[in-house]
């Protein structure tokens, strides 16, 4: 088999290894985002496109490629829309809805166009705002999850960077397309790109969580309490002897595992590494400038009923982040800790802030001694 001719087959190979690295991301978390992305990359590997097609004897009506060849860019671009917006945001809102509208008008009124011959045989002019959107789509896809990558020097980050240099080469389809050098040579890219991004996939960076095996009983009751870093409450630290704590510290590895029961799930805050560090207990090493990553993976640890909350590295994430992002970070842990009828406490110094900073505190943590 001569080169040329290996690459449809190399291409379509790498759409079905996409479609699957992404499907067994979908059955790992339960998330509707992945299952909505899942579904893209379906119909991604079913694309109608002659140059991939007809090598290996399938035809599609002449009259009806043009439009059955679109179609699919429109519904991949709303799926990835879709899918990367719930893994963002965890939800869609109005703007959301808007933007997937405008959307699903810009598709059926281009298909309207092309059904009335509108663009004559101009396949540049037919096939640009299909695939513009279709591969704005999967840079977009690409941007959400670079931003969720906790190690820039590991081979997950093929997974975004992969979707990326994917949907740059997607948008320039419309033109490069009609040139004959470049056509092999851009399919073969697109199977690169699919190969890498498959790679990174099934090392990205959403780490598992196990389920907690046992709940986390200590004398103090379910709410938000604050406590200083120079209290010796024995209620307090009789917390990291518990097991199913979710434990956010500035603690090293090596004092973590004298004081952390190893059924608890911790989360040090530190420049120096990142990634996951141990198994029992298990320790991911999480920069203090990443704390979206890093709430995604106290959600999480949340939902697999990690319902108590050791946290003292409010300081360094304040130094890092400023004082107002970790507040909000800080009380977007507190609010879901509660929703789910757990316990929350926070170690600070009380001297490191002032007395407004800690007045803030105050109305949302209640004081211990």
Known sequence: ???????????????????????????????????LLSTAFFINALHIESYILKPMGIKIIPDAYIIASTIPNFLIAILLLWGSLHIKHKETT????????????????????????????????????????????????????????????????????????LGALNMTYPLTRNLEWFAPIGFMLGGIFRVAAAIGALRFAFYEISPARKPSHTEIPPGAFMASSSTRNRAILDILSRPSVIVVTRMPPSKILEKVNPESVVFWITSVSEGKLNEKP??????????????????????????????DAFEYLMMENGFENTLKFILSLKDR????????????????????????????????R
Do not use: C
Not at 11 to 29: E, G, P, Q, V
């Open 94 to 165: 109005l703007r959301h809805v808007l933007i997937m509208s405008a959307v699903v008008v810009i598709s059926y009124v281009w298909i309207f166009l092309l059904a009335t011959d509108v663009f004559g045989d101009n396949f540049t002019l037919q096939s640009s705002i299909p695939y513009l959107l279709y591969g704005g789509a999967l840079v977009y896809f690409g941007g959400v999850l670079w931003k969720r990558v906790i190690s820039k020097k590991r081979i997950e980050i093929l997974f975004p960077l992969g979707l990326v240099l």
């Open 282 to 311: 298990p320790i991911y090493a999480v920069p203090p400038t990443k704390m979206g990553i890093l709430m995604d993976l106290l959600a999480r640890a949340i939902e697999n009923g990690y319902v108590t909350a050791y946290v």
């Open 1 to 35: 088999m001569s080169y040329e001719a290996a690459i449809p087959y190399l291409n379509i190979l790498s759409r079905w290894l996409l479609f699957l690295a992404i499907s067994y991301k979908a059955w790992k978390t339960r998330e509707k985002g992945w299952l």
């Open 337 to 368: 800790i509660i929703s789910a009828g757990g316990t929350m406490i926070l170690v600070i110094d009380y001297d490191a802030l002032s007395t407004k900073e800690l007045k803030l505190l105050e109305k949302e943590f209640k004081k211990m």
